[in-house]
């Protein structure tokens, strides 16, 4: 079966640097993206990896390792308004996106 | 630019009772996603459509769900009759033309079967 594991809280502390990670097992790859998500708000987009290695935005990072099925989001000097569940999501041979449980970053002063 | 909506957002029914729920992608955008999260789970691919054709239906869990795109713009689901095991978080997502990377979700209908 298609499998996304990532780990269901994480806190961390204001101002420093949090690593989110998220593996998976699907049937095919075409892409794995990661979505920021406020409680009772919509998901929304943050990344994109296809190719292996490192794609930077800004204060967020997104790293992907296709042979390990492994990628990490890594959020630098954090804010209080990270907040939030982070979705890890695959899309499979059939281009639809397969969904981790998420986890939710508390941020603590 | 207007965003993804969703209506209603909350909806409370009887178990058996139908329901209905809409949602308006961003002008444009051709390809229209049904999502659904139950509670502590995570989300779920119902169906895809492109413009008004199904392109992929094979996440919808069963015949009670019928969804449309009606002209190609806005979209519903139906739940028919409802069940316990419906209740859940519905999304729509839309996305432009072809395999666009980004999708753009709307706020989400909270359903709640009683």
């Known amino acids: 079966g298609q499998n996304i594991d990532q780990p269901t809280e994480m806190t961390a502390t204001e101002g420093a640097i949090v690593q989110i990670n998220c593996t998976y097992q699907?049937?095919?790859?075409?892409?794995l993206f990661w979505y920021q998500q406020h409680a009772g708000e919509a998901p929304t987009f943050l990344s994109y990896n296809v190719l292996d290695g490192l794609e930077e935005k800004g204060r967020f990072s997104s790293f992907l390792s296709r042979s390990k099925g492994y990628s990490y989001l890594l959020l630098k000097e954090l804010q209080m308004k990270d907040s939030a569940s982070y979705l890890c999501a695959v899309r499979d041979s059939n281009y639809q996106l397969i969904w981790g449980a998420g986890t939710k970053l508390i941020i603590k002063p | 630019e207007a965003g993804v909506t969703q209506f209603p957002s909350h909806s409370v029914i009887e178990k058996g009772q139908t329901v209905t729920l809409r949602c308006d992608p961003i002008?444009?955008?051709?390809?229209l996603y049904w999502y659904r999260r139950v509670m502590g789970k995570e989300i779920k691919f119902l169906l895809h459509f492109v413009k008004e054709s199904k392109q992929d239906e094979s996440g919808m869990p069963n015949n009670r769900f019928l969804a449309e795109r009606t002209g190609g713009t806005y979209s519903t689901l139906k739940v028919q009759p409802a069940e316990l095991e419906d209740s859940g978080v519905y999304f729509c997502?839309?996305?432009?033309?072809?395999?666009?990377?980004?999708?753009?979700f709307g706020p989400g209908t909270r359903l709640t079967v009683l």
């Open positions: 699907t049937s095919g790859f075409n892409g």
């Open positions: 002008s444009g955008h051709d390809n």
């Open positions: 997502a839309s996305s432009q033309r072809g395999l666009a990377i980004e999708q753009f």
